[in-house]
């Protein structure tokens, strides 16, 4: 197992907590704190308020009284976590290489891009689930879709995938402090370009192999790519 635990970046901002990623990361701490004290019904909360791809896709047939709902949930899906394991590793990914990229693109850009990751990661996993086919009728009559179009997604994963693109894309020199916990224990330190690529290609075998994972593969991949995409159109402010 290889966990990062700091990010050496010569061309990095020096700042820590960069505002729009504190905000990202003490909402997602509160949210969850809320959910696992205050919901009674997990459930329940992860449907409402978690992405439902047939909901997105049967959008026009919806009565709700939340306002742009379900559409509104390709957001608040990202500020949702199943379990304590799972706010851990996005959060402490967050934390790792959001800052810099936020002082980069500065943070009204970096707030709509992790938005927009957020959005794009969603999409895509969506567009999986349907088998890249978006005929409504098709899927009603196909039970086994229609129960995975069902299933909530929840978690900033996404979006986090996006950060990680974007650094890739800004910073492939950097290195980064890594835990490595086999037979032995020891830190050494990985280039950015090998651990977040090695990353990236774990995530494309798993989706290619391990369709039948509860991770949301694709969102990953989908979200990493938009993140490179955006930070090689957008230089943002170099240090």
Do not use: C
């Not at 706010?87 to 009204?108: K, S, T, Y």
């Not at 020199?173 to 290609?201: D, R």
């Amino acid at each position: 197992m290889l966990i990062p635990l700091f990010d050496m970046n010569n061309r990095g901002s020096g700042i820590t907590f960069t505002p729009v990623m504190t905000i990202i990361i003490t909402t997602n701490i509160l949210v969850f704190l809320y959910q696992s004290l205050l919901i009674p019904d997990l459930q329940a909360f992860f449907k409402e308020w978690g992405v439902v791809p047939l909901k997105i896709l049967s959008a026009n047939e919806i009565i709700s009284d939340i306002p742009y709902y379900p559409y509104i949930t390709l957001i608040t899906y990202s500020f949702i976590h199943a379990n304590f394991w799972h706010i851990l590793g996005n959060m402490w990914f967050l934390f790792i290489f959001a800052n810099d990229v936020e002082a980069r693109m500065r943070p009204m850009i970096f707030s709509l891009f992790y938005l927009g990751g957020a959005i794009i990661a969603a999409l895509f996993q969506i567009l999986y689930a349907t088998n890249w086919n978006l005929d409504v009728e098709n899927i009603y009559s196909n039970k086994a879709m229609l129960i995975n179009l069902s299933t909530p997604l929840v978690g900033a994963s996404g979006a986090v995938s996006a950060v990680l693109g974007a650094y890739l894309r800004y910073f492939p020199e950097a290195e980064v402090a890594t835990l490595v916990l086999f037979i032995f224990i020891t830190i050494i330190p990985i280039s950015a370009i090998w651990y977040i690529g090695g990353w990236f290609i774990y995530q494309v075998i798993n989706a290619l192999f391990n369709p039948e994972s509860h991770v949301a593969w694709i969102a990953h991949i989908a979200g990493f790519v938009y993140g490179y995409i955006f930070a090689s159109v957008y230089k943002g402010k170099e240090y």
